[in-house]
Structures are given as structure tokens and as C-alpha cells.
Antibody, heavy 118, light 107 residues
Framework: EVQLVESGGGLIQPGGSLRLSCAASGFTVSSNYMSWVRQAPGKGLEWVSV???????FYADSVKGRFTISRDDSRNTLYFQMNSLRAEDTAVYYC????????????WGQGTLVTVSS | EIVLTQSPATLSLSPGERATLSCRAS??????LAWYQQKPGQAPRLLIYDASNRATGIPARFSGSGSGTDFTLTISSLEPEDFAVYSC?????????FGQGTKVEVK
């Protein structure tokens, strides 16, 4: 069964750093693309980053230069290093896999909440 | 950035009724559009991809249509478990974007 489990969220002060992890099972994280999508409380979904199987990465302007997506193939885990955090980064962060069948985000993990507040 | 505008924001219907949700793109995305369903406290679930293809395990009452800038998600007869938020998503251009969502609620 394909499964994604995020961890690493929590309460962090503005300007701080946090690293999210997304442990994958039932497939290899390098088999297709992997992405992070966030959802602020009561708001819609916002795509933030993607890493392709070849290692290419892309970011939304809102996080470019502050956040870094990476993966560890030996641990079959996706990461999201978030630096210089701001209040507007407060959201549930989901990792999602680019399905090798549909080539769209499917499935998604259950999400991890990041709260940026003093 | 391609802006996806969904309408209506909220759709109040009864079980058994037909739901028609719209997603309009600010520029053409061809058929590079998907629909997701999200229930409270849950992750989004892929329903429709490439504008009109049902994902694995999605009931036939869900259908998608459209191309270019205008897309429609139709639920032919609402079941109790279909009351949720539906979001469209494009990956035709960077950055990828989502619509703001349509909430289908019980009337």
C-alpha cells in the first residue's frame, strides 16, 4: 500500500527554522516527482515545492530562497527545510506523490501543522 | 501565474441532487487540470485528472469536462459522503496553482 507520513511540524517563533519529513512506503520517492502543498487555517490549497526524479526542484515565489526540498533515497524520505519562517507560513503542510499512473498528486499524506508565532 | 477561479464558493444541495462545479483558468491550461475532494481534517483525494479521467476507485457519478480555460466537475446524484470541499488544480504552467475551493453542503 502506498503511504506517506509527515512529521516535524510544531510551534516556532518568527525567523526560526524547521525541517519537515515525509516517510514513504509502498513506493520509492525517486520513482516520480514529490511535492509539498500547504493549507493555511480555513484557506485553500497552495502548492509550494516539487522535486523531480532527476533532482530538479521548483518553488513558489512565496518560499523561494527560504525553503529547500530534498529527498534521501536510502531512507525513502522527502524533506522540507524551512528557514526564516514568517507568520504567513502557518499552515498544514502536506507531502504528496506524483502518481506514476496519473502523473498527478496522489496520494497525499495526512499533513503536519506548522505554527509560526511568538 | 495562472489563477483558477471556482464558482460558486458554496453549493447547498440535498442528497440525490446534481452538483455542477465550475473552474475557470485565467489562461489556457489545455487539459492539464485535476479535481480534488477534501473532507474536514483529511488530506485531499484525487478525483479527476487530465480534465476528464476518473482516478482509480472514484465512483462513476463523478465526471469532469472542459479544456482550455473552462472546466466543470459534475456529481450526478449526491451521496451523503460527497458533501465536502472540491478544488481544481493546474500544472500547465509554473507556479502550479489551486482554485480556492467550492464547498458542497447539505441544504
Amino acid at each position: 500500500e502506498v503511504q506517506l507520513v509527515e512529521s516535524g511540524g510544531g510551534l516556532i517563533q518568527p525567523g526560526g527554522s524547521l525541517r519537515l519529513s515525509c516517510a514513504a512506503s509502498g513506493f520509492t520517492v525517486s520513482s516520480n516527482y514529490m511535492s509539498w502543498v500547504r493549507q493555511a487555517p480555513g484557506k485553500g490549497l497552495e502548492w509550494v515545492s516539487v522535486i523531480y526524479s532527476g533532482g530538479s526542484t521548483f518553488y513558489a515565489d512565496s518560499v523561494k530562497g527560504r525553503f529547500t526540498i530534498s529527498r534521501d533515497d536510502s531512507r525513502n524520505t522527502l524533506y522540507f527545510q524551512m528557514n526564516s519562517l514568517r507568520a504567513e507560513d502557518t499552515a498544514v503542510y502536506y507531502c504528496a506523490r506524483g502518481s506514476t499512473v496519473t502523473n498527478w498528486l496522489d496520494p497525499w499524506g495526512q499533513g503536519t501543522l506548522v505554527t509560526v508565532s511568538s | 501565474e495562472i489563477v483558477l477561479t471556482q464558482s460558486p464558493a458554496t453549493l447547498s444541495l440535498s442528497p440525490g441532487e446534481r452538483a455542477t462545479l465550475s473552474c475557470r483558468a485565467s489562461q489556457s491550461v489545455s487539459s492539464n487540470l485535476a479535481w480534488y475532494q477534501q473532507k474536514p481534517g483529511q488530506a485531499p483525494r484525487l478525483l479527476i485528472y487530465d480534465a476528464s479521467n476518473r482516478a482509480t476507485g472514484i465512483p462513476a457519478r463523478f465526471s469532469g469536462s472542459g479544456s482550455g480555460t473552462d472546466f466543470t466537475l459534475t456529481i450526478s446524484s449526491l451521496e451523503p459522503e460527497d458533501f465536502a470541499v472540491y478544488s481544481c488544480h493546474q500544472r500547465a504552467n509554473w507556479p502550479w496553482t489551486f482554485g480556492q475551493g467550492t464547498k458542497v453542503e447539505v441544504k
